[in-house]
């Protein structure tokens, strides 16, 4: 026959639960309702308030029996956290790095939490990670990275879009998606434009671009720009002289030579962003032997802190990168609204030693 359990007298301390402490346990024991004990520990956005002593009891049962506070269960109650989500395609990436810092500053004067997620530009890592965020019930999503131009992965993220705004969420996007969101737009088209007139005003007629995955609407966008622009200046431009760098410093390199191979009396080259541009010129430079600008000019994309400091230094189209992120989350500060808004954010010529007219 097994001995009687104990029965506690207020002299003697109760026993501490085993396994993971309850809410409930710890109203039991400071003696009130699981509601009492839940507004004291988490606050509440309603107009009864816990008085001092009340919390105190709490407070200090809670610390004794060694709760912890059920954060996902919180954030249901609640029905979002202080976490916001920003997914980009590469944390590696300048451009990227950038646009998460601009947001991250906003994030921490208003107490918000960001949490980076990396893409490595698989749509499915896009989906899957919407998908989380919205589980755990992310105040909102910053989609940083590029649209991808594929009608059945738009329709799949437009769906899962409207579940998150469905559940409370908000969801802004950085360029074309194809969704119906907020949205922060850099002005891809016409920076891409506006390198192509600097050029041409230069003097230049036979051009190359170094462009980057097809499949991204940013590369869509920046390309069609420079193509719209060539066709209204009567320009010319071979599909033999658009190829693609990868959006890397290496296969931009390898991508320079086979458009100097295929095109040796090109005298101006459009890159697509800067990290290529990088690539580019050293392909140029250390590879073909050709000197810039005086034999190739060399216009790049984003103006990267590195662009600078390159050999020559870069000529390129500045975005406002680091304002594009704090717009973001100002988007998401201000809340969402009945219909999705679009805030422009234009780009301008950054001119350096990189481009001259061709001799």
Known sequence: ????TPIPTPDAPLPRPTGPVT???????????????????????????????????????????RYVSNAPAQALARSTTSVVGVVVHDVADPYFAAIAAGAMGVAREHGLLVMLAATFRDPELELDYLARLRAQRARAVVLAGSGFADREFTRRLAAEVDAYRADGGHVVAVGEHGIASDTVRPANRSGAALAVRHLHDLGHRDFGIVSGPRALTT???????????????????????????????????????????????????????????AGVLAALRDDLGLRVPDQVSVVGFDDLPFAADLNPPLTTVRLPLADIGARAMDMILTGPTIEPRTLDLDTELILRNSTMPPR
Do not use: C, K, W, Y
């Open 1 to 4: 026959m097994s001995a009687p």
């Open 219 to 277: 590369v869509r966008d920046r390309l069609d720009g420079a193509r719209r622009q060539l066709r209204s200046l009567g320009v010319p431009l071979p599909p033999a002289q658009v190829i693609d760098g990868g959006f890397t410093r290496e296969q931009a390199r390898v991508a320079a030579r086979t458009l100097l191979t295929r095109a040796p009396d090109l005298t101006a080259i459009v890159v697509l962003n800067d990290v290529m541009a």
């Open 23 to 65: 809410l409930q346990q710890v109203a039991e024991r400071a003696g009130v309702s699981s509601a009492t004990a839940s507004r004291a520990l988490h606050g509440s956005s309603g107009t009864r308030i816990v008085g001092e002593e009340l919390r105190r009891r709490v407070l200090d049962a809670a610390r004794e029996l």
